[in-house]
């Protein structure tokens, strides 16, 4: 592949420039924590103001 090593010279940006800042509230994450859960997912999906699953 001749052109991988270019790769990290093409012009980035970031996701969040795509979104209206009020598109963030609609928003859920349903990725899974780094850490062992009792329940998956938790109640408070999402909510990142929220302590998930009392970790």
Known sequence: MPWFDRLAHLKGRETEADMPPAAFASLVS???PDHDTTRWPPTNAGRP???EDGQ
Do not use: V
């Open 30 to 32: 349903y990725q899974h």
């Open 49 to 51: 103001d929220t302590e």
